[in-house]
């Protein structure tokens, strides 16, 4: 009896242990980036989501596949260019699962398949370009690596996200070469630069020099306009009082009707001013009749007042020497 109930208890326990095994074996978890790939006998049956599942241990087995963005990083290796020059290219290839039936079943070794896929197109690309379009065409290079490595692994059920050329590398000749040129070039550059800078220093200092003599000239003219107009209006306004002076003068002189014995006079005294002034030269009217007529006047007027101081002068002597008598 004691043999028979520990045959049963190690049967029992082997059994628990059996099927706790066949439990786990059954038991399946998948992640949330991944896709189960359930197979019956060797042979695809069905394609399982994210989270637990279960299948006939020894039967049925999964396979997971990861749908995230994976990285392959294509080695460098020597391109020759368009203009037979040697570099070397180091690319790197972003992917992405898109079925991943076929990424499992179609291609046995996705990563050495598009490694080796993208250097032979790297190859083309770059050696369809000389080496100063290779250098400067990095974007271009990537965008056409991209389309070409996008249509040829739509078969492995991945897609292409992006391709990025890290270096290309020329030889050190080359490099040292290219160094040389681009330090002649930016001295080059340099010289034109400082030439313009001379020359818009020139045509600045041209163009201040002009506008300070247009100024200058502006203000000169100004100036002498200004000048002028007072001169102007000095004349002007001297003459305005002279004419003025006349015009009340000769009024006087018609309001006053003077003799011609008066006019004589003031004429007389108008020549001795003029004689006494510091001219060499003295012009004199020719109107020589009014000049003697107004002589003659004055020499009538002497005349009278002579003849009537002598008539006095008898009367005050006769009237002296008749009280005598």
Same mark, same amino acid.
């Given at each position: 009896?004691?043999?028979?109930?520990?045959?049963?208890?190690?049967?029992?326990?082997?059994?628990?242990?059996?099927?706790?095994?066949?439990?786990?074996?059954?038991?399946?978890?998948?992640?949330?980036?991944?896709?189960?790939?359930?197979?019956?006998?060797?042979?695809?049956?069905?394609?399982?989501?994210?989270?637990?599942?279960?299948?006939?241990?020894?039967?049925?087995?999964?396979?997971?596949?990861?749908?995230?963005?994976?990285?392959?990083?294509?080695?460098?290796?020597?391109?020759?260019?368009?203009?037979?020059?040697?570099?070397?290219?180091?690319?790197?290839?972003?992917?992405?699962?898109?079925?991943?039936?076929?990424?499992?079943?179609?291609?046995?070794?996705?990563?050495?398949?598009?490694?080796?896929?993208?250097?032979?197109?790297?190859?083309?690309?770059?050696?369809?370009?000389?080496?100063?379009?290779?250098?400067?065409?990095?974007?271009?290079?990537?965008?056409?690596?991209?389309?070409?490595?996008?249509?040829?692994?739509?078969?492995?059920?991945?897609?292409?996200?992006?391709?990025?050329?890290?270096?290309?590398?020329?030889?050190?000749?080359?490099?040292?070469?290219?160094?040389?040129?681009?330090?002649?070039?930016?001295?080059?550059? *340099?010289?034109?630069?400082? @030439?313009?800078? =001379? $020359?818009?220093?020139?045509?600045?200092? #041209? +163009? %201040?020099?002009?506008? &300070?003599?247009?100024?200058?000239?502006?203000?000169?003219?100004? *100036?002498?306009?200004?000048? @002028?107009?007072? =001169? $102007?209006?000095?004349?002007?306004?001297? #003459? +305005? %009082?002279?004419?003025? &002076?006349?015009?009340?003068?000769?009024?006087?002189?018609?309001?006053?009707?003077?003799?011609?014995?008066?006019?004589?006079?003031?004429?007389?005294?108008?020549?001795? +001013?003029?004689?006494?002034?510091?001219?060499?030269?003295?012009?004199?009217?020719?109107?020589?009749?009014?000049?003697?007529?107004?002589?003659?006047?004055?020499?009538?007027?002497?005349?009278?007042?002579?003849?009537?101081?002598?008539?006095?002068?008898?009367?005050?002597?006769?009237?002296?020497?008749?009280?005598?008598?």
């Amino acid at each position: 009896m004691l043999s028979t109930a520990s045959t049963a208890a190690v049967v029992i326990a082997a059994f628990i242990v059996l099927l706790v095994v066949y439990v786990a074996l059954a038991i399946k978890i998948v992640q949330q980036h991944e896709q189960g790939l359930v197979e019956r006998f060797g042979r695809y049956r069905k394609t399982v989501g994210p989270g637990f599942h279960m299948i006939v241990p020894f039967i049925e087995r999964m396979q997971r596949v990861d749908m995230r963005e994976q990285v392959v990083d294509v080695p460098p290796q020597e391109v020759i260019t368009k203009d037979n020059v040697v570099v070397t290219v180091d690319a790197v290839v972003y992917y992405q699962a898109t079925d991943p039936v076929k990424l499992k079943y179609n291609v046995a070794n996705f990563i050495l398949a598009a490694t080796k896929l993208a250097q032979t197109n790297l190859r083309n690309v770059v050696g369809d370009m000389d080496l100063d379009s290779a250098l400067t065409s990095r974007n271009a290079i990537n965008t056409e690596l991209r389309v070409i490595l996008d249509e040829a692994t739509d078969v492995w059920g991945t897609r292409v996200v992006r391709v990025e050329i890290q270096r290309i590398d020329p030889p050190v000749d080359v490099t040292q070469a290219m160094h040389r040129q681009m330090k002649a070039e930016r001295d080059r550059r *340099a010289v034109v630069t400082e @030439a313009e800078g =001379e $020359k818009r220093s020139a045509i600045l200092r #041209a +163009e %201040g020099v002009r506008e &300070a003599n247009i100024l200058q000239a502006q203000g000169q003219a100004g *100036a002498i306009r200004e000048v @002028a107009d007072a =001169e $102007k209006y000095q004349l002007l306004t001297v #003459a +305005e %009082g002279e004419g003025q &002076a006349i015009e009340r003068v000769f009024a006087a002189i018609h309001n006053g009707d003077p003799t011609p014995d008066l006019i004589a006079i003031k004429y007389l005294q108008t020549l001795g +001013e003029v004689a006494n002034g510091q001219a060499t030269k003295l012009f004199i009217p020719m109107e020589t009749t009014g000049i003697l007529g107004s002589l003659g006047a004055i020499g009538e007027l002497f005349s009278g007042s002579k003849d009537g101081a002598d008539a006095t002068t008898a009367s005050g002597t006769t009237g002296q020497a008749r009280p005598g008598s």
